[in-house]
């Protein structure tokens, strides 16, 4: 297989070459990193997010968009498919690169984790990605700078020129858009801390509705955590049964029903007090090759529609 950070790099390309189709800016630094804005000061959009999701995985998973329902009204909902979950959701799409440099604060994913490779997953799998050129995605209100930029060439071994940084803010629409592609990673990393062998995941199919845009960061948050832990659907073709994947849907923890802004102010915004169990989709079905199909979790519309302020 090629090396997720050439195939991220060329749908990174293509970002650039269509820059104005999909109103994204694009900026050279002056340490000739690149900076993609997809919805930080740029506008973005639906097929923006789709492609920033493509990124993510490093286009090991087909990511699409189609009109679904939510209380009884359309809804735009993404579609993500891979038949390659232990490389492309744990090994490049989670998002588990703490970007902190020089005042900057951001969340990142992609396929220069692999670059790294020094995350549990990767223990675990023995993998580790080798090339010239990093990609990772960064979640922020702010543009990443050369400071980032550099921290990033550092820590992957490659030339400051050779990083490029895909960059949304949550309250955006390709970063709403990007968040409901999130909902097969989040059922595949759970799966992981529970203790599965994520070699065992075959093949993984979610669905999730396409929060709307929120006014602040923190309500873009909620919004987002809400619609896969309320709304997302995961589907899972697996090797292998285990009594853990009966814990994956978002209804094993006790703060199940509860919103997620009311669970991140309980906790002051510390994300990291909160039970990892929460993040987690609504509902998942677990195909065991031959063996039982059984389903956990469900749905709830109608908390999914209060958070998105739907009327």
Request: net charge negative.
């Amino acid at each position: 297989m090629q090396s997720p950070n050439r195939m991220a790099t060329e749908l990174v390309d293509e970002a650039i070459d269509f820059a104005d189709e999909l109103a994204v800016g694009v900026h050279e630094l002056d340490n000739e990193a690149t900076v993609l804005d997809f919805g930080v000061d740029a506008v973005g959009g639906v097929e923006a997010g789709l492609l920033l999701a493509e990124i993510q995985t490093a286009g090991l998973a087909t990511v699409g968009a189609e009109l679904g329902e939510l209380g009884g009204t359309p809804r735009t909902e993404v579609t993500l498919t891979t038949d390659h979950p232990a490389l492309s959701l744990l090994c490049s799409a989670k998002a588990g690169w703490e970007l902190s440099v020089d005042g900057f604060e951001g969340l990142g994913s992609g396929p220069a984790r692999a670059l790294v490779a020094e995350e549990a997953e990767f223990t675990q799998l023995g993998y580790r990605d080798e090339f010239d050129f990093a990609v990772l995605a960064v979640e922020s209100d702010q543009l990443p700078g050369e400071a980032a930029a550099e921290q990033v060439a550092r820590m992957a071994g490659v030339e400051t020129g050779a990083v490029f940084l895909p960059a949304f803010a949550t309250a955006s629409l390709a970063g709403s858009v990007t968040m409901a592609a999130r909902a097969a990673e989040l059922a595949a990393f759970r799966a992981f801390e529970l203790g599965y062998d994520p070699r065992d995941l075959l093949s993984v199919t979610s669905r999730a509705p396409v929060a709307p845009v929120a006014g602040d960061e923190e309500t873009a948050i909620a919004r987002t955590n809400d619609a896969i832990a309320y709304g997302g659907r995961v589907h899972l073709t697996v090797d292998r049964d285990d009594d853990c994947l009966r814990e994956l849907a978002s209804a094993a923890t006790d703060r199940h029903g509860t919103p997620f802004a009311e669970m991140f102010e309980a906790v002051d915004w510390q994300l990291h007090e909160l039970d990892e169990a929460v993040f987690a989709p609504a509902q998942v079905t677990v195909d065991v090759v031959g063996g039982p199909t059984y389903t956990v979790g469900d749905t709830d519309e109608a908390l999914v529609a209060r958070s998105f302020g739907q009327q």
